[in-house]
Nanobody
Framework: QVLLVESGGGLVQAGGSLRLSCAAS????????MGWFRQAPGKEREFVAA????????YYADSVKGRCTISRDNAKNTVYLLMNSLKPEDTAVYYC????????????????????WGQGTQVTVSS
């Protein structure tokens, strides 16, 4: 069992930055790939970014590529999402997810491959 708790969301003006954190409890954090997904009102949950178990491979949605950086600290059981140059269309609830032994790009970017999810943190970008 893995418990995920997100933090760092909030209200920010367009062009600003936020760093989201996701703290994981439970064993073997470094055997889990970690992903960030988001869901805006009236829309389906979509992939944002993912990192493999070691941090050596990262993937990003085209909509955030160049503006976001995902990273992980396995010693702290924490994954981060740094978001720069935020836009109003980035407004959503952001969810952290953990998937054990996910290896391929397809697995890391697909929300149905993850085993555990956090409760989400709201990010609101004003224009």
């Amino acid at each position: 069992q893995v418990l995920l708790v997100e933090s760092g969301g909030g209200l920010v003006q367009a062009g600003g930055s936020l760093r989201l954190s996701c703290a994981a409890s439970g064993r073997s954090f470094n055997s889990y790939a970690m992903g960030w997904f988001r869901q805006a009102p009236g829309k389906e949950r979509e992939f944002v970014a993912a990192v493999n178990w070691s941090g050596g491979r990262t993937y990003y949605a085209d909509s955030v590529k160049g503006r976001c950086t995902i990273s992980r600290d396995n010693a702290k059981n924490t994954v981060y999402l740094l978001m720069n140059s935020l836009k109003p269309e980035d407004t959503a609830v952001y969810y952290c997810a953990a998937g054990r032994y996910l290896g391929s790009e397809y697995q890391l970017i697909s929300n149905n491959q993850y085993d555990y999810w956090g409760q989400g943190t709201q990010v609101t970008v004003s224009s």
